[in-house]
C-alpha cells in the first residue's frame, strides 16, 4: 500500500508541471519584454528588406564596407547614394539617367547573340562609380597603377583590387597561348570621355575597364553604321568564349554579352555578375 500511495503522489506532481495541452508551464513575460532573436537569424531589414540589386552591390564591393538604409546604399563616411528614385524609364533614360536599381534592369544574356536591348551592365549610376573610384579625371588618376600586360604597361585602377584582378586574368591568359593574339595588343584601359554619341560618361573613366585587340573586335557602331539605340542590328563577335570566361571568373563582364555589342570591351563589375549568378 505504500508503495501505491507513492506512485499516485508522484503522478499528481508531474501532472502538476504540465498544462492541459500537454506543453511545459513557463513564467509569463512582461508586456515590455521581447525575446532576441536567435543568434543565426540576421536582421529582418536584411532578410526581408534589401532589394536584390541592393545586395550584390554590397556584396561586390566589400572594401567600402556599404549598407543600404532608407532607399540608398550607403558609404562609410555617410554618403548616401539613391537606389531607385520611383521613376519609369525608357532605354535611353536607362543609359543616360541611371540609377542603382536601373543598373540591373536590362538583361544581361550570356548566349550570343543577346535579346534586342538586353544591355544589361551598361546602365551605370555615376553618382555611385564617381564615389568609388573618383569624380575627375584629375581624381581617377591618383588611383591608377601600372601592370604588365603582354609586353605592354597599362593604367588602371587599385580601387577593389581592379589592378590585381587584371593581373591574373592576364596570367590566365598566359596559360592559353592560343588565347594571346586576341588580348594584346590592348587598345586603351584609363580613358576620361563620353561614350560615342551620348552625354555619359564611358566606364574607361574610371580606370577599371580594358579593350582588346582591335583587330578581332566588332563594335555595333562600326558594324551597322549608326548610332541609334533604338535601331535594330546585326550581331557580330569574333572572341572566343574560352577568353570571355577568363574574365568573368575575376569579375569582369563583356561588352559582346551586350545587344549593342563591343566585343573588344571588359569591365569589373561583379555586381553584375552577382545579381545575375554569374
Known sequence: MKTSRVVLVSLAVATSLFSCDNKPQTPQSRPDEV???????????????????????????????LQYKDNAIVFEDGTAIVYDDGRKKTFSQLLDASDLEDMFALPYDTVTPPGYQHDGGRSRSEAFYKKMYGGSAEAVRKQLVTIEWFGQRLQVTRVNGVDRHLAAVRDEIARHPELIQYAKPSSGTFYWRQVRGAKRLSAHSYGMTIDLNTNYSNYWQWSNHTNDEDKKIRYENRIPRALVDIFRRHGFI?????????????????????????
Open 35 to 65: 525575446a532576441p532573436p536567435a543568434a543565426s537569424q540576421p536582421p529582418a531589414a536584411e532578410t526581408d528588406t534589401l532589394p536584390k540589386g541592393a545586395r550584390a552591390i554590397i556584396e561586390a564591393y566589400p572594401d567600402f564596407k
Open 254 to 278: 563583356w561588352g559582346g554579352h551586350w545587344y549593342h555589342y563591343d566585343t573588344m570591351h571588359f569591365e569589373y563589375r561583379p555586381e553584375i555578375l552577382e545579381y545575375f549568378g554569374l
